[in-house]
């Protein structure tokens, strides 16, 4: 299925769970109603709890399965991506109806999803709200011998998020390795691009974390072993002399520190870009 298919569908859950949400709340108002309560104002709030709450959960979720595939590169914000608004706000529509079907029917709750249901409606939005993923990942109903729950689309709209983030990444890095391109292949004009771009990067980073100074300067280094300076050259000849070299330190900057240090450098060094 292709991004605007995965895009229609999520807006086809959205708008679903948006209707049983308002449904639910409807009925729950009903003094006719199991469990009815009729206050409307905590049957809102209760809903808006639930929502906000679960779409944190959900976001810091997904935000992890990001970056356990992804590590510590930037521009993998899942929130950067609308895609990734999207998905939040359908699972956080989704555990809004939980929460309804929840003031419904306690029962199924306790037995379901293993919680107690607290007589206080906007306490149980929150115990909904931050148990999202566990009950999006439960299952939530057995039809004869099959149960059935909602984990195998969360997993893949989980991954249609990291797929847009990591595109977004992609798109992002070889829009500003093109913008450099001419700054990296002219090595007359700009003969220590590379040395001033790695002291400036490396000393940037430092301050960032030791994880990213580490991660930098090992590429850095494998940089400098693989293009090494001739016999009788400088010290730093053999990278800032090399297209290659000076290209992929690009390159590792925008993974590790972001596109904005190479704006910012290329200001302050007084070096034109496309």
């Not at 689309?153 to 595109?167: D, E, I, P």
């Not at 000849?237 to 330190?249: I, K, Q, T």
Request: net charge positive.
């Amino acid at each position: 299925m292709g991004s605007r298919g995965n895009c229609v569908l999520l807006l086809f859950c959205l708008i679903i769970f948006a209707s049983l949400s308002i449904g639910l709340t409807l009925h729950n108002m009903s003094p006719d109603a199991k469990g009815a309560h009729s206050n409307l104002i905590n049957l809102i709030l209760g809903n808006v709890i639930a929502f906000a709450t679960a779409a944190i959960a959900v976001g810091f979720d997904l935000q992890n399965a990001v970056n356990d595939r992804l590590g510590k590169l930037e521009n993998i914000a899942v929130l950067g991506e609308w895609l990734g608004w999207l998905t939040i706000t359908v699972w956080g529509l989704f555990d809004v109806v939980i929460f309804q079907v929840v003031l419904i029917n306690p029962n199924w709750a306790s037995h379901t999803l293993d919680f107690d249901v607290s007589t206080n409606v906007l306490l149980t939005a929150v115990i909904s709200g931050l148990s999202a993923v566990l009950i999006i990942r439960s299952k939530l109903l057995k039809l004869g011998h099959i149960e059935w729950g909602c984990e195998w689309f969360y997993l893949w709209s989980s991954a249609r998020v990291l797929f847009a983030v990591n595109r977004r990444r992609i798109e992002i890095k070889a829009k500003w390795e093109r913008k450099l391109s001419g700054p990296v292949n002219d090595i007359a004009a700009l003969p220590n691009f590379y040395t001033e771009l790695e002291a400036h990067s490396l000393a940037i980073a430092r301050g960032v974390s030791p994880v990213v100074e580490l991660a930098l300067t090992q590429e850095c280094n494998g940089l400098r072993s693989k293009y090494p300076k001739s016999s009788g050259q400088p010290q730093d000849m053999g990278v800032n002399n090399n297209s290659d070299a000076r290209r992929y330190l690009v390159s590792a900057v925008i993974d590790h520190l972001g596109h904005e240090v190479l704006k910012n450098w290329t200001k302050q060094a007084g070096i034109a870009i496309r």
